[in-house]
């Protein structure tokens, strides 16, 4: 079967780094996505990563490695409005996306 | 004002009753999709649409109907609604013509349902 692993909880102090992972089992592969979600609101696209390797963009950079089935989200400097669930999506050989249950983070000031 | 806009933003209603919720989009998407979202689990699909004369099934379609009645505008359907589909209900939309042909997800604000 499809599935996405992530981490239920993470915490992390304000001005810190946190690593938000990611472990993939699709059929077919065709691309991982981040999404933030705000308690209460709607996802918002973060990154996408198709190709081995790290892309920063500012304070967030997102980790592909497809031989391991494995992603992760890094947000550097973190800020209080970080505070969200962090959603983590693969795209299967039929283009379908399959979700994982999201990582909520909490950061303390 | 919202580029993908859900109607109503809250609901609560009785087994078995019927309800619609609607959505329209301004973003010129082929693609819609309606998506539920439950505490603990993913995001799951319910159904999808490529253009206004293409209607797929998601995985968790049984209990559902969809209507797309224009490009913008995508409605899923309860005929019959039961307790365990109070849920958060998200629509959204997609190009796989975007620049960087990433098939990013454009959601709606999300429709809140509780069925007693």
């Known amino acids: 079967g499809q599935n996405i692993d992530q981490p239920t909880e993470m915490t992390a102090t304000e001005g810190a780094i946190v690593q938000i992972n990611c472990t993939y089992q699709t059929s077919g592969f065709n691309g991982l996505f981040w999404y933030q979600q705000h308690a209460g609101e709607a996802p918002t696209f973060l990154s996408y990563?198709?190709l081995d390797g790290l892309e920063e963009k500012g304070r967030f950079s997102s980790f592909l490695s497809r031989s391991k089935g494995y992603s992760y989200l890094l947000l550097k400097e973190l800020q209080m409005k970080d505070s969200a669930s962090y959603l983590c999506a693969a795209l299967d050989s039929n283009y379908q996306l399959i979700w994982g249950a999201g990582t909520k983070l909490i950061i303390k000031p | 004002d919202a580029d993908v806009t859900q109607t109503p933003r809250n609901r609560i209603t009785k087994t078995g009753k019927r309800i619609m919720l609607e959505c329209s989009q301004t973003?010129?998407?082929?693609?819609m999709y309606w998506y539920r979202q439950d505490p603990g689990l993913g995001l799951r699909l319910i159904y999808y649409s490529f253009d206004v004369k293409d209607i797929n099934k998601g995985e968790i379609s049984d209990g559902y109907s969809v209507s797309r009645q224009a490009q913008a505008k995508f409605s899923l359907s309860l005929e019959s609604a039961i307790p365990n589909q109070t849920a958060l209900y998200f629509c959204?939309?997609?190009?796989?013509?975007?620049?960087?042909?990433?098939?990013?997800?454009?959601f709606g604000e999300g429709s809140r349902l509780t069925v007693l």
């Open positions: 990563n198709v």
């Open positions: 959204a939309t997609s190009d796989p013509r975007d620049r960087d042909y990433t098939g990013e997800l454009f």
């Open positions: 973003k010129g998407h082929d693609r």
